[in-house]
C-alpha cells in the first residue's frame, strides 16, 4: 500500500506563488511515476506534471513555465513550484503514483494512488 499526503496549499493572490508537497509512505517511492492534477468545480481531473523515477518530467500546456515538478527520492517527497498564479488556477491539487509505467502518462485513470487533496485559491 502507498500513502499519500499533501500539504502547501491555501490562499494567494494573482501573480503569486505556492509550492505543494506530497509525502509518500509504503511502497519504494524512488521506483515509481509521480504526477500532479487538479480538479475544479464541474470540472474534469486535469493532469498537470509529471515526473519518473529518473527525473523526465512533462507538463500541460495550460502550465507549463509556470509549474515546476520535483521529486526528493531520499524524503520520499513531490513537490510542485507554482509561480505566476492566475484567478484559473483555483482547485483542488492532487498528486498521485503510478507503479505501472516508466514513462508519464496524462491520464488520470492511469494512477494506482491518490492523495486526498489540497485547495489552492487564486483571488483577483
Known amino acids: 500500500q502507498v500513502q499519500l499526503e499533501e500539504s502547501g496549499g491555501g490562499w494567494v493572490q494573482a501573480g503569486g506563488s505556492l509550492r505543494l508537497s506530497c509525502a509518500a509512505s509504503?511502497?519504494?517511492?524512488?521506483?515509481?511515476?509521480m504526477g500532479w492534477f487538479r480538479q475544479a468545480p464541474g470540472k474534469e481531473r486535469e493532469f498537470l506534471a509529471g515526473i519518473t523515477r529518473g527525473g523526465s518530467t512533462n507538463y500541460a500546456d495550460s502550465v507549463k513555465g509556470r509549474f515546476t515538478i520535483s521529486r526528493d527520492n531520499a524524503k520520499k517527497t513531490v513537490y510542485l513550484q507554482m509561480n505566476s498564479l492566475k484567478p484559473e488556477d483555483t482547485a483542488v491539487y492532487y498528486c498521485?503514483?503510478?507503479?505501472?509505467?516508466?514513462?508519464?502518462?496524462?491520464?488520470?485513470?492511469?494512477?494506482?494512488?491518490w492523495g486526498q487533496g489540497t485547495q489552492v485559491t487564486v483571488s483577483s
Open positions: 509504503g511502497r519504494t517511492f524512488s521506483t515509481y511515476v
Open positions: 498521485a503514483a503510478d507503479f505501472t509505467r516508466l514513462s508519464i502518462s496524462r491520464s488520470a485513470r492511469a494512477y494506482d494512488y
